[in-house]
């Protein structure tokens, strides 16, 4: 990269209302072309079964939850992936070329330093453990169950909302 592209101002945020309205758009696009929803957990999952079968193949097989995704030897052959991998090049461009690329740690000062890794690593952790017990992410399950009106989709949504706000007010006790 050249000197002159790492100084460069980046480009501002889109407006929070045009950026919800496409997005909306692209989720009810993904209900038409896939018959899908948005997500991302169902990848990690497909994943960790890639993985075991890989492995240790026996154990993988015989689980209940990952063996079914392992019975065609496939278990990464989804749309699921595809999206994925789409969203995570698609950010990498839509960054690069709006000169927001820069390895950094984000974040409240008294979560800095060396603390700062593994909380976000251990919250993560928490919310992936999270989202595979409530049966979806917070784009799966949150926008996509949320968009078909679904009950799982609101309480999830409201939950998920409500412990972040009683989570951060913990936090911020703790200074």
């Not at 709006?98 to 974040?107: P, Q, S, V, Y």
């Not at 009950?151 to 936090?171: D, E, K, P, W």
């Amino acid at each position: 990269m050249n000197q002159e592209r790492l100084t460069q101002k980046p480009d501002p945020y889109w407006n929070p209302l045009l950026a919800g309205m496409l997005l909306g758009l692209v989720l009810l696009a993904t209900f038409v072309v896939t018959g899908h929803g948005l997500g991302a957990t169902g990848f990690t999952t497909r994943l960790t079964a890639w993985l075991g079968m890989n492995i240790v193949p026996t154990a993988t097989s015989a689980n209940e939850y990952l063996g079914g995704m392992v019975e065609d030897g496939k278990p990464l052959n989804s749309w699921i992936t595809w999206q994925v991998i789409g969203v995570a090049i698609g950010a990498l461009i839509s960054a690069y070329l709006a000169h927001r690329i820069a390895f950094k740690m984000d974040g409240a000062k008294f979560l800095g330093g060396s603390k700062r890794p593994f909380t976000a690593l251990f919250g993560g952790i928490l919310a992936g453990f999270g989202a595979r017990i409530a049966a979806g992410c917070t784009s799966g399950l949150g926008l996509s169950g949320a968009a078909v009106l679904s009950l799982a989709g609101f309480t999830f949504l409201c939950t998920f909302f409500a412990a972040g706000l009683i989570v951060s007010r913990i936090m911020r006790a703790e200074r």
